[in-house]
Every structure is written in structure tokens, then in C-alpha cells.
Antibody, heavy 117, light 108 residues
Framework: EVQLVESGGGLVHPGGSLRLSCAAS????????MSWVRQAPGKGLQWVSV???????HYADSVKGRFTISRDNSKNTLYLQMNSLRVEDTAVYYC???????????WGQGTIVTVSS | SSELTQDPAVSVALGQTVRITCQGD??????ASWYQQKPGQAPVLVIY???NRPSGIPDRFSGSSSGNTASLTITGAQAEDEADYYC???????????FGGGTKLTVL
């Protein structure tokens, strides 16, 4: 079965760090474009970052310089390292696989990140 | 512009047809994809590309595009279609992805 399972969310103080994981099964992460998408409480979806199969990365302006997307091919897992966290980073974070034309066909169940003092 | 604009809320009578729209300059170049999200659940892809449905998505869902506007049409809306719907595309650089603000669909 093709699926994604996120983990690593939690409560962190402003300025703190957190690393999210997204374990894939049923397909190979490194052969696909993979993204992180977040959703603040009661708000809409916001794209965060993408990792192309060739290794190139891109970030939303709101997280550039603070977040890093990466993968471990041996574990078939995608990561999001989040540093210098802000209250406005509070959200459910989803990982998602992209089809070749840029559509998100597989989503994880999400992991909750709360940034609060 | 990298923004996608959706109406915040739309309603439809049970069994009738509803169209949800998404506007943005990038839609002149790229197709939109559409996602259905029910409370407490992850989004689900319902339409992608020119007008493609993933396996398991009912054929009452269809997509179209004209100029800077993409549309999701539900023909014969069912109670289970009540959800938030988001459009998605790329920005002008093709590297960043962007979502519309979402449309809350109520089935009356």
C-alpha cells in the first residue's frame, strides 16, 4: 500500500527547533518530488517546501533560511528541519508526493506543531 | 502574481450542480489541481491536469480551465461532498507551489 506517515510534531518554544519525519511505503521517495504543506488552525493549506528527485530544493518565502528539507534514501524517509520557530509556524504539517505535473496525489495524516511560550 | 483566489463559501442543493472557481495569473500557464478536505482529515486529490480523476474519485467531479480561471464542477452533489475545496498550481517560476484560500461547500 502506498502511504506516508509523519511524526516528530510537538510543543516547542519560540526560537526552538523541531525535526519532522515522513516515512514512505509502497514507493521510493528519491524517485519523486516530495513536498511539505502546512495548515494553521482554522486556516487554509500553505505550501512550505519541495525536494526534487534530483536533489534541488525550494522554500516558501515565509520559511526560507529557517527550514531545511532533506531525505534519507536508506530509510525512504523525508524530513523537515525547522529552526528559529515562530508562533505563526503553528500548524498541522503534511508531507505529500507530487505527480510529475505537480499535483499532490498522496498525503500523510499530518503531524501537529505548536509553537508557544 | 503567485496568488490563487477562491470564493470563501458556496452552497448547493442536494442533487444539483455546483461550480467552484479559482482565479490566478499562473493558471494561464499551468493547470490547477483540486483537493477535497473534510474536518480532521488530510486533503484528497480529486482533479488534476486537464481533467483527470484519481482512482476512486466519482465521475460527478470534473475540471475545466479558461484563461486565468480554473473550475471544479460537481454534477449531482451528494451530502458526502460537503467539505472544503482547495485549488493548487505553481507560481510563475514553476518552482513554488501555491494554494487558493479554499471554498467551503455546503450541501443543502
Amino acid at each position: 500500500e502506498v502511504q506516508l506517515v509523519e511524526s516528530g510534531g510537538g510543543l516547542v518554544h519560540p526560537g526552538g527547533s523541531l525535526r519532522l519525519s515522513c516515512a514512505a511505503s509502497g514507493f521510493i521517495v528519491s524517485n519523486n518530488y516530495m513536498s511539505w504543506v502546512r495548515q494553521a488552525p482554522g486556516k487554509g493549506l500553505q505550501w512550505v517546501s519541495v525536494l526534487f528527485n534530483g536533489g534541488i530544493t525550494h522554500y516558501a518565502d515565509s520559511v526560507k533560511g529557517r527550514f531545511t528539507i532533506s531525505r534519507d534514501n536508506s530509510k525512504n524517509t523525508l524530513y523537515l528541519q525547522m529552526n528559529s520557530l515562530r508562533v505563526e509556524d503553528t500548524a498541522v504539517y503534511y508531507c505529500a508526493r507530487e505527480l510529475p505535473i505537480g499535483d499532490f496525489d498522496i498525503w500523510g495524516q499530518g503531524t501537529i506543531v505548536t509553537v508557544s511560550s | 502574481s503567485s496568488e490563487l483566489t477562491q470564493d470563501p463559501a458556496v452552497s448547493v442543493a442536494l442533487g444539483q450542480t455546483v461550480r467552484i472557481t479559482c482565479q490566478g495569473d499562473s493558471l494561464r500557464t499551468y493547470y490547477a489541481s483540486w483537493y477535497q478536505q473534510k474536518p480532521g482529515q488530510a486533503p484528497v486529490l480529486v482533479i488534476y491536469g486537464k481533467n483527470n480523476r484519481p482512482s476512486g474519485i466519482p465521475d460527478r467531479f470534473s475540471g475545466s480551465s479558461s484563461g486565468n480561471t480554473a473550475s471544479l464542477t460537481i454534477t449531482g452533489a451528494q451530502a458526502e461532498d460537503e467539505a472544503d475545496y482547495y485549488c493548487n498550481s505553481r507560481d510563475s517560476s514553476a518552482n513554488h507551489r501555491v494554494f487558493g484560500g479554499g471554498t467551503k461547500l455546503t450541501v443543502l
